[in-house]
C-alpha cells in the first residue's frame, strides 16, 4: 500500500488572544510558509493496533502503547478509533514532521492534530470533512488546556483568516487587499495551558477590570476586521499596537517581547504585537514593502531567533 500523507499549516492571531476564551470574537490567519506534514505507512505483518510514532524533530520514536493516555498524539489516535467504532486502529507507522516551532503561539500542536487527523482517517479509507477534522482537533486541544476557545483548529483546518466567536459561525474574511506581516521568534517558550491559566486566575481577582479588558480587545478586533475589509493598514498597525497594550496589562508580554516590539516600530511598522498565548513565543509586525526588509534587520539586531516574512492573501485567489 502507497504511503498516504496529510498536511496542515501554522496559524497566527491577529487580533483578540486569550479575550477569544472569554467569548470575545478573535481574527486568525493561516500559515501555510510553515506546515506539519503526517505520513502513513502501512505495517501489513503485524497485529492491528500496533502503531509506531516517529517524530524525529522532537526526538520521538516510540510505540503508541508507551505514550501516556493524556498525550496528544494517542488522545487524537483514540478519538479516531472511537469516532469510526474501531476497537484498534490498523497496524501503521506515523511519520511526523514539522517546521512550525514548538510552544512560540503558532499552533503548533493544533496542526499536527489536523495533519493527523486527515492522514489516518484517509488512510482507513474514510476522509474526514474539515467540519469533523476540527471537532475532534478541539477535544486534543482540550489537553493543552482545559478551556481552549477552538480558533487554533479552526483556523488551522480551514486554511483560510477568519474572525471566530465562541457559539458562532465563524466568517471568513474577504481581504480588500493582501498584507505583509514579519513574524520573530523571541525564543522564549510560550506555555498556553500557563498562560490562560494566569489570566483564569487574574480575572477571577479582578473581574471588572479584566472584563473591560476582554471587552475592549473584541471592539479592536470589529474595528481591524473593518480595516481588512477596506484596506486600510495603517489602521490596522494601530489596532494591533493598541491591542498588545492591553495584552502587557494583562501581563502576557515579556522583557524580550517588549524589545522585539519596539525594534519593529522603531524601524518603521505600522503595528506590532505578540501572537498566541503569550509570555514568550512570536511577535507579528504589520510592514508595507518600504519598511519591510528595515523591520527584518532591526528583529534579528534584537535579538530574535527566527525571523520570516509572509503576505497574508485572499485565500480564494481574488489578490
Ligand atoms: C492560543 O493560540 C489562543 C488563546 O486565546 C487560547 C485559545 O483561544 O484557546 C490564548
Known amino acids: 500500500m502507497p504511503a498516504i500523507f496529510a498536511t496542515a499549516p501554522a496559524k497566527a492571531i491577529l487580533l483578540g488572544e486569550h479575550a477569544v476564551v472569554y467569548g470575545q470574537p478573535a481574527i486568525a490567519i493561516p500559515l501555510p510558509q510553515l506546515q506539519t506534514k ?20 522532537i526526538g520521538l520514536d516510540a510505540q503508541i502503547t ?23 486502529l490498523p497496524a501503521m507507522k506515523v511519520l511526523i514532521h514539522s517546521d512550525i516551532p514548538v510552544a512560540a503561539g503558532l499552533g503548533s500542536g493544533a496542526s499536527v492534530s489536523v495533519a493527523l487527523i486527515r492522514a489516518v482517517s484517509s488512510f482507513i479509507g474514510h476522509p474526514l ?18 478551556t481552549p476557545s477552538g480558533i487554533d483548529n479552526t483556523v488551522i483546518t480551514f486554511g483560510r483568516s477568519l474572525l471566530f466567536e465562541h457559539g458562532k459561525a465563524m466568517q471568513f474574511i474577504d481581504l480588500k487587499e493582501a498584507f505583509d506581516l514579519i513574524i520573530a521568534d523571541s525564543g522564549e517558550k510560550s506555555s498556553t495551558r500557563e498562560t490562560v491559566e494566569m489570566v483564569r486566575h487574574d480575572f477571577q481577582n479582578a473581574p471588572h477590570l479584566y472584563q473591560d479588558y476582554f471587552d475592549n480587545i473584541g471592539i479592536l478586533v470589529k474595528q481591524a476586521l473593518f480595516a481588512l475589509q477596506i484596506g486600510s493598514m495603517n489602521t490596522l498597525g494601530s489596532l494591533l499596537t493598541e491591542n498588545q497594550l492591553i495584552l502587557n496589562k494583562m501581563k502576557l508580554s515579556t522583557p524580550k517581547l517588549d524589545d522585539l516590539i519596539g525594534a519593529a516600530m522603531q524601524s518603521g511598522a505600522l503595528g506590532a504585537k505578540l501572537t498566541g498565548g503569550g509570555g514568550g513565543g512570536c511577535i507579528i509586525a504589520l510592514v508595507d514593502s518600504i519598511n519591510s526588509s528595515k523591520v527584518r534587520d532591526a528583529l534579528t539586531e534584537a535579538g530574535a531567533l527566527g525571523v520570516f516574512s509572509v503576505t497574508i492573501k485572499n485565500q480564494n485567489g481574488i489578490n
Do not use: C, M, R, Y
Open 38 to 57: 503526517v505520513t502513513i505507512l502501512a505495517s501489513p505483518i503485524a497485529p492491528s493496533g500496533t502503531i509506531q510514532i516517529l517524530s524525529p524533530a
Open 66 to 88: 508507551d505514550l501516556a493516555e493524556e498525550h496528544p498524539i494517542k488522545k487524537a489516535l483514540s478519538l479516531l478509533a472511537n469516532h469510526f467504532n474501531l476497537s484498534n
Open 129 to 146: 470533512h474539515d467540519e469533523q477534522v476540527s471537532a475532534i482537533a478541539f477535544e486534543v486541544e482540550k489537553i493543552h488546556h482545559s
